[in-house]
């Protein structure tokens, strides 16, 4: 009888221990689901650059002509930690076609101008083609759903064919024609 008694007491505190060892994993897995979920909102709520500069100056089929932007031109234009430089742009040119398909303004810290420069900073872009996407899935051709769906709970409105969305640190001006993206304009947003 004492040792049925101690196979059960042993038994008992084993499953006790076994159900702590469980609750203390589940505790953890649920940990994990909340950091990750934290992780996409922080992600959704914090926009990376519409564009990775670097990569779109060397796309294949894409010319590029470049200029410096008129001081008139620049009141328009911000950029975060805006240092000594200048700002610049860059005329989309698709090679198929020869014609131009968008416009990237950018702010430059370099003192002098170079193609291959590290010091460009986003600052807006005018596109009027599918062949550039900004955030790697917004382009023109896009439907106004899907556009609304990436838009998500961010202040917008719509006023006749334009959309004005706020996107966290940015500005977005859709053209909506037969409920597709027909041009967009992204810049830097100069009131945050």
């Known amino acids: 009888m004492k040792r049925i008694l101690s196979i059960l007491v042993v038994t008992f505190l084993f499953s006790c221990n076994n159900n702590e060892t469980q609750k203390q994993k589940q505790l953890e897995t649920w940990n994990e689901r909340v950091e990750d979920y934290d992780s996409l909102l922080d992600q959704k709520a914090n926009l990376s650059d519409p564009i990775d500069i670097y990569k779109l100056k060397n796309l294949n089929g894409l010319n590029i002509t470049s200029g410096v ?19 610049g742009f860059y005329f989309l040119v698709d090679e198929t076609i020869g014609k ?38 917004i ?44 041009k967009l304009t992204i810049k830097n947003n100069c009131k945050k």
């Open 139 to 182: 382009h023109v051709g896009l439907s106004e759903k899907k556009l609304k769906d990436f838009i998500g709970d961010r202040f917008h409105y719509k006023k006749g064919t334009m959309i004005y969305s706020e996107l966290d640190s940015y500005e977005g001006i859709f053209t909506i024609l037969n409920d597709t993206i027909n």
């Open 69 to 87: 932007v008129t001081h008139s031109e620049t009141k328009d234009l911000c950029v975060q930690g805006e240092s000594l430089g200048f700002y």
């Open 100 to 137: 131009p398909f968008g416009v990237l303004r950018i702010h430059n810290s370099d003192e002098d101008w170079s193609f291959d420069s590290k010091n460009e900073k986003f600052a807006e872009i005018i596109l009027e083609s599918n062949r550039v996407s900004v955030w790697d899935s």
